[in-house]
């Protein structure tokens, strides 16, 4: 007999219950292994069960299994059987039973060792290669993981736990190094350990259902404030999108340019979002998809008038408290609040010096995350595609003549031929045969496009 956690029903094979009347059932049950198989239910049994010294009958399964009998979680909740694992004992009414653990046959593990010197820049990871110091020459998948007492751990040096290719004794490990400067990991020292990878299961995707998760207090606070702000009135009644949420809303086609042409820039500016606009809950909101187009999000246009409060609660406060560390006190502060209670000098400069410090540290990161952003887009415009030898370009080199205004000198001049592609970005280019050639950086090139043969003055 045995027992199994993972079954939620008790299961026997037809050979133990081939002398009793199997009970057929009205519905089709079938049982799912661990590995994905199914097996089909033959039928109920009202079976009577002994264990040590304690008898019950109990409605069973009967199925083609391996084993003999498999104990399901259903007897342990209706007998008030209790399981205890670090005991190893199922704990009846009046007694205790010892279970035996099958044997689970150990692999071997092995140790993981450095093939070369490698020097690790601060704060940084690298993939190095790696060795295993045993004999065996045939390719496997093998689990790295970090050795349980590591001296690199101790020095700031982490080995990342990995699956990987072992070829030719040799694999692939990644490391961290923590510190703020660089480490030396030399030739042969021991990383971490692998062991063989019996079974890799292939990542599938599984449809969840969503799940509402509670917001922060701080996000409660700014919805409870600004769900009456943001109601379809409030658009309504906002100058730049009360009339396209209205036309929006009717089905109406995009107006033309001579309609619209005289309205604010913020206006024409939602106006050319037209087919990126769409209305959700009598909301204008502004459609963002992924790549693939699997997936669409909806971002709620803001009244102008909301605008200042939703950039105050981003930036974690107004510009004169970044600057001063206090907000500016109008004349109508001065009218409306109670005088607060005076503070010593070194308290104030105290609570001052924390609230700049905080206020600091806000603000660095938020200049990281603005940085970062303003990185990817500039990349989005780079040019990365390259050029072939002989295709024509223009050269941006703008020549300012003294008297004359930048507006009507050219800046960009050509064509040249690429000559040679001396690496990914820089390039030697030519204006003709008889021309000096020029060595440049691919950020001062752009493809020349041919004339059409029409065009042309005449």
């Avoid at 350990?193 to 207090?217: D, I, W």
């Avoid at 809950?281 to 187009?293: A, F, I, Q, T």
């Avoid at 974690?316 to 503070?343: H, M, N, Q, W």
Wanted: proline share 7%; net charge neutral.
């Amino acid at each position: 007999m045995i027992l199994d956690t993972g079954s939620s029903y008790t299961i026997v094979k037809p050979n133990i219950v081939a002398h009793c009347r199997i009970q057929n059932t009205d519905e089709e049950y079938q049982l799912e292994t661990a590995n994905g198989e199914v097996i089909p239910v033959k039928g109920i049994h009202l079976a009577e069960i002994r264990l040590g010294n304690s008898t019950f009958r109990q409605e069973v399964f009967v199925a083609d299994i391996t084993d003999d009998v498999l104990l399901g979680l259903n007897v342990m909740a209706e007998q008030n059987f209790i399981l205890d694992l670090p005991q190893r004992v199922l704990k009846t009414n009046s007694e205790e039973i010892i279970l035996n653990f099958p044997k689970i046959r150990a692999l071997p593990t092995r140790t993981v060792k450095a093939i070369e010197d490698v020097e690790i820049p601060p704060q940084s990871e690298v993939v190095l290669e790696a060795i295993c110091d045993d004999s065996t020459e045939e390719d496997e998948t093998v689990i790295v993981e970090p050795k349980s007492e590591n001296l690199l751990h101790h020095k700031g040096i982490l080995t990342g736990r990995t699956l990987t290719v072992r070829k030719n004794k040799q694999m692939l490990v990644r490391m961290m190094n923590l510190k703020d400067y660089p480490q030396q990991i030399s030739k042969g020292e021991p990383i971490g350990t692998c062991q063989t990878a019996e079974l890799v299961v292939m990542q599938k995707e599984v449809p969840r259902p969503a799940q509402l998760k509670k917001l922060p207090g701080p996000l409660q606070e700014i919805i409870k404030k600004s769900r009456p702000l943001l109601s379809p009135e409030k658009q309504r009644e906002d100058p730049d999108v009360g009339d396209i949420a209205q036309w929006k809303i009717e089905g109406k086609e995009r107006p033309a340019w001579q309609e619209i042409s005289n309205r604010s820039p913020t206006f024409i500016g939602y106006w050319a979002l037209w087919d990126s606009l769409a209305v959700e809950n009598n909301l204008l909101k502004r459609v963002w998809e992924s790549p693939d187009g699997k997936e669409r999000n909806y971002q709620t246009i803001l009244p102008r008038k909301r605008v200042p409060e939703v950039l105050r609660a981003v930036h974690s406060g107004t510009p004169a408290s970044v600057v001063f560390g206090a907000e500016l006190r109008l004349p109508i502060d001065l009218i409306s609040d109670r005088p607060k209670k005076e503070e010593g000098v070194n308290n104030y400069i105290s609570h001052l010096q924390d609230r700049l410090k905080l206020t600091h540290a806000e603000v660095r990161q938020k200049m990281r995350i603005e940085s970062d952003r303003m990185k990817t887009r500039y990349d989005l415009r780079a040019n990365t595609g390259g050029f072939q030898v002989g295709e024509k370009v223009w050269l941006y080199n703008p020549k300012r003549t003294k008297g004359k205004s930048p507006k009507l000198q050219k800046s960009w001049e050509g064509p040249y031929t690429v000559v040679t592609r001396l690496n990914d970005v820089v390039y030697r280019i030519q204006k003709n045969p008889q021309a000096k050639m020029k060595i440049v950086h691919i950020d001062r090139l752009t493809p020349y496009q041919e004339p059409h043969p029409n065009e042309g003055v005449t």
